[in-house]
């Protein structure tokens, strides 16, 4: 079945970086972006961006431009997320999704599948 | 940015009640509106794209309808495994932008 695995809990402190990966199984890991979503503790979501697993392209929501990385490793179907210059308001699950193109009045994405989330905590 | 925004916050309901959550978009999105479902300490799911469309596995209770700027997503005969916090998300133009999100809680 289709699955994203994300990579284990982190705790960093201020000023660091963190890299976040999501393994995908279950589908023709080139055919689809994978979007980075974001959850604060006790808040909604929110979206960071999304990378093109086939071409690479990436694109990014304007406030973490500059400190957000995203790569995508053909290889081994496997996706990265980079956060840098980490602040104690980054703390947050991070959750991968799958993007899936759709047609429905145009064709347009949806987020199909999640992976299980990955809490980082920025603490000194 | 679009902005969305979702109301209500929250809501309490019943078994077998129908439940109806509206999300607003800052402008016009045509269809490109997508509904989740996010239950505690779990990965929010997918109920409904492009609107009105339901994804696969989704109980035929679970609707949404509206363009253009209104949306609505409808619980029909409300069930336990409903309770749990709604989101809607554009996918119009990036950055994507999710609303507040509504919990829906046990009258």
């Known amino acids: 079945q289709v699955q994203l695995m994300q990579s284990g809990g982190e705790l960093k402190k201020p000023g660091a970086s963190v890299k976040v990966s999501c393994k995908a199984s279950?589908?023709?890991?080139?055919?689809?972006?994978i979007s980075w979503v974001r959850q604060a503790p006790g808040q909604g979501l929110e979206w960071m961006g999304w990378?093109?697993?086939?071409?690479?392209?990436?694109n990014d929501a304007q406030k973490f431009q500059g400190r957000l990385t995203m790569t995508a490793e053909q290889s081994t179907n496997t996706v990265y997320m980079e956060l840098r210059s980490l602040r104690f308001d980054d703390t947050a699950v991070y959750y991968c999704?799958?993007?899936?193109?759709?047609?429905?009045?145009?064709?347009?994405?949806?987020?199909?599948?999640w992976g299980q989330g990955t809490m980082i905590t920025v603490s000194s | 940015d679009i902005q969305m925004t979702q109301t209500p916050s929250s809501l309490s309901a019943s078994i077998g009640d129908k439940v109806t959550i509206t999300c607003r978009a800052s402008q016009s999105i045509s269809v490109y509106l997508n509904w989740f479902q996010q239950k505690p300490s779990k990965a929010p799911e997918l109920l409904i794209y492009?609107?009105?469309r339901l994804h696969s596995g989704v109980p035929s209770r679970f609707s949404g309808s509206g363009s253009g700027t209104e949306f609505t997503l409808t619980i029909n005969a409300l069930q336990p495994e409903d309770f749990a916090t709604y989101y809607c998300?554009?996918?119009?133009?990036?950055?994507?932008?999710f609303g507040q999100g509504t919990k829906v809680e046990i009258k």
């Open positions: 990378i093109g697993a086939y071409t690479g392209n990436t």
């Open positions: 279950g589908y023709i890991f080139s055919n689809h972006g």
């Open positions: 998300l554009q996918t119009f133009s990036t950055p994507w932008t």
């Open positions: 492009g609107a009105s």
């Open positions: 999704a799958r993007n899936r193109s759709v047609y429905s009045g145009g064709h347009q994405y949806t987020l199909d599948v």
